[in-house]
């Protein structure tokens, strides 16, 4: 996977034309705050903190400087480039890895993105820093049945049978 630019493009150019216009309280004023819908079961675990198909997230944007800056095991979006195509994905930051250049070399760091399903088609992604261009926190779930709840920082242990 490699990045086609170091430029970020301008956010609103990255998300693209709204979708859904949603009131919500709560929220940090200053802070800029996006709805993504969810689809795939990547994200399903039967727990919980499940966020199946059909659901909305609630991001708020992050200001990453840093691959050390990215909050770990809580659920993230995360907006990436892979050779000038634009992907979105929904996943929970598991680990971080730097390489002793990192800092003469950036593109080194890699995040590892992790789904809560833990079937083999939902292996662990590593996801190059270099790669990302804007990061969302998600601060609340909306589900297709209309239950709402704020996801918790919590390790994502896979288990295999």
Known sequence: MKSRSNKKQSLDNALGTPKYFIDTEGKIPGEHYYWFPNQGDSMTDNTPRSIPAGSLTLGRLLQVNSIQDIPLHRPIVVIFDDDGKQFCLLKSACQIKTKDNAETEP???????????????????????????????????????????????????????
């Open 107 to 161: 593109d080194s760091s890699m995040l590892c993105l992790r789904s809560y399903n833990p079937a083999p088609r939902c292996d662990d992604f590593w996801l190059p820093f270099s790669c990302i261009k804007y990061i969302f926190v998600v601060e609340r779930v909306r589900r297709p049945d209309g239950s709402e709840f704020v996801p918790v920082q919590q390790e994502v242990v896979r288990k295999r049978k």
